[in-house]
């Protein structure tokens, strides 16, 4: 069975528009799905729709003699198609492949592709295609697709009210459940805690390694190692000088491995926020995982997240996510920290957020430097019981 996912409505808006689509993301994160489900929809619509996976030599080969042997693969026909390519960063230039298709065949064939991660877009892409195409990035299940993938419609629908003892015990054990092990599609549907270790691992190594070695890296161990490590410093600055010291890597090297990590979709490096360039900026990011669950599996923690010692980590990275899911760009998510160390957790537009599990007692003379400094961003707390009220609504 496919599920459906809120972005789908986003790209439903220009699929019929003249530019291609590309959808990237980590893999397994479910681009190929929403390929499926965006076929089914143009095809209810009267269109006509092909599909084509670039893991297929055959395929693949014929493509990258021309672009325009495309159409030795589609019947003759007067109608534009609407063409769905999966993973088409194998393709040798992807970039002329769509640029040539879209400048000179854009009346007969809508491009609609997925590539397994940024990575792949920034490096084999050498034309910005600007002008061109629709990037749509795909993340992990927010909460409330982890319940419709969890068959929990009947909840979903009781957000707006007051919730009985039984169904905030449900909400509770079902957001515990996501908080721990994600929402990788896959690992969201398993049928139970064992299975979605297995698939976790499965994602968080297997996979993992695809990305390295389409990355050319040859030490997996040391990247291995060097997401172990970002694992346990969650929400902490990356200095990368002190990872290659620690890890006995070169400097450069560790670098490489921080920029396919991020572009892989593993991790997110937020930057800091910053209105005095002499006392704000510092030049380290800090770390966050897309994935809470990836994150479990490379600290192999899977204890629920208030019976943990990590749980301010786990709590931001939760935040993080969700900051994420609501911006839709990890680049609009900023930090504070002023020379002095003195630190705000998030900042994003016109709201600063600082994560306290417990957030009741917290009082707000602390951040003064900031709330004066920035009186247009509203501060606030935000506590562990907040979330589900803050990002989705829940009346509990």
């Known amino acids: 069975m496919l599920y459906s996912r809120d972005i789908l409505s986003d790209i439903k808006k220009v699929i019929s528009a003249e530019e291609f689509i590309i959808l990237t993301g980590a893999r397994q994160i479910g681009k190929t799905s929403l390929l499926v489900l965006l076929k089914k929809y143009i095809e209810k619509k009267k269109e006509t729709g092909y599909y084509f996976n670039l893991e297929n030599k055959t395929t693949l080969n014929l493509?990258?003699?021309?672009?325009?042997?495309?159409?030795?693969?589609?019947?003759?026909?007067?109608?534009?198609?609407?063409?769905?390519?999966?993973?088409?960063?194998?393709?040798?230039?992807?970039?002329?492949?769509?640029?040539?298709?879209?400048?000179?065949?854009?009346?007969?064939?809508?491009?609609?592709?997925?590539?397994s991660s940024s990575f792949y877009i920034d490096k084999k892409f050498k034309d910005s295609l600007v002008g061109r195409k629709f990037l749509f990035e795909i993340y992990p299940l927010n909460f409330n697709e982890f319940l419709v993938f969890n068959n929990e419609t009947d909840l979903l629908t009781r957000k707006s009210e007051k919730l009985t003892l039984y169904y905030k015990k449900k909400l509770f054990k079902l957001w515990g459940d996501y908080l721990t092990y994600g929402g990788y599609p896959k690992v969201v549907l398993a049928e139970d805690d064992d299975m979605r270790k297995i698939m976790l691992e499965e994602i968080g190594s297997s996979y993992i390694k695809k990305d390295i070695r389409d990355a050319g890296i040859k030490n997996t161990d040391k990247y291995f190692s060097l997401l172990k490590i970002l694992a346990d410093q969650t929400g902490e600055l990356v200095n990368s000088q002190e990872l290659s010291n620690t890890l006995n890597v070169?400097?450069?090297?560790?670098?490489?491995y921080l920029y396919v990590i991020n572009k892989s979709y593993q991790a997110a490096f937020v930057k800091p926020f910053y209105g005095n360039l002499r006392k704000e900026l510092t030049k380290m990011p800090k770390v966050y995982f897309y994935d809470s669950g990836l994150r479990n599996f490379f600290l192999n923690n899977y204890t629920s997240i208030n019976k943990r010692a990590d749980k301010g980590s786990c709590l931001e990275n939760v935040v993080f996510k969700e900051l994420l899911t609501q911006t839709k760009d990890a680049d609009k998510i900023k930090f504070w920290r002023t020379q002095d160390k003195k630190e705000?957790?998030?900042?994003?537009e016109k709201e600063a957020l600082e994560i306290k599990f417990n957030a009741g007692g917290e009082k707000k003379e602390k951040y003064k430097q900031f709330i004066e400094q920035y009186p247009d961003i509203k501060f606030s707390f935000l506590g562990f019981d907040d979330i589900l009220k803050k990002f989705y609504g829940w009346k509990i």
Do not use: W
């Open 63 to 115: 493509l990258n003699e021309h672009p325009f042997n495309l159409f030795e693969l589609l019947p003759k026909s007067r109608r534009k198609l609407y063409i769905f390519v999966d993973e088409i960063q194998y393709l040798d230039n992807p970039t002329n492949f769509l640029k040539l298709l879209y400048d000179e065949k854009r009346d007969k064939v809508k491009i609609i592709a997925t590539g």
């Open 250 to 256: 070169a400097h450069n090297t560790i670098e490489d």
């Open 344 to 348: 705000i957790d998030f900042v994003v």
